[in-house]
């Protein structure tokens, strides 16, 4: 059985840093294609970034803008989201997500991943 777990969320001044973590059991990450997708109140979920398996691929949201960067620790089996310069607008339960299809492209839609974790509270203050 796959389990994602998050952490790291909380409150931030926007401007400042965050990192976020995913621990993955049950699967190696690194045969995982994995993503990170937010939802704010009142808002469908979206994607904000993802990277490749086996390969050090990735792929970013447009509102990324260079602010955020995915990355993977194959011997920790664990995804993080480093979060730069956030904004207000950037406050979402942030949720990461796993699958184990192989895909060339970026994979932006909920329906493509089988496995989510629980979901992180990022507060982005002004």
């Known amino acids: 059985q796959v389990r994602l777990v998050e952490s790291g969320g909380g409150l931030v001044q926007a401007g400042g840093s965050l990192r976020l973590s995913c621990v993955v059991s049950g699967r190696t990450v690194s045969n995982l294609y994995m993503g990170w997708f937010r939802q704010a109140p009142g808002k469908e979920r979206e994607f904000v970034a993802s990277?490749?398996?086996?390969?050090?691929?990735?792929g970013y949201a447009d509102f990324v803008s260079g602010r955020f960067t995915i990355s993977r620790d194959d011997a920790k089996n664990t995804v993080y989201l480093q979060m730069n310069s956030p904004k207000t607008e950037d406050t979402a339960v942030y949720y990461c997500?796993?699958?184990?299809?192989?895909?060339?492209?970026?994979?932006?839609?909920?329906?493509?991943?089988?496995?989510w974790g629980q979901g992180t509270q990022v507060t982005v203050s002004s």
């Open positions: 997500a796993g699958d184990g299809g192989i895909s060339s492209a970026t994979k932006t839609h909920v329906r493509e991943y089988d496995y």
């Open positions: 990277i490749r398996r086996r390969v050090v691929s990735t």
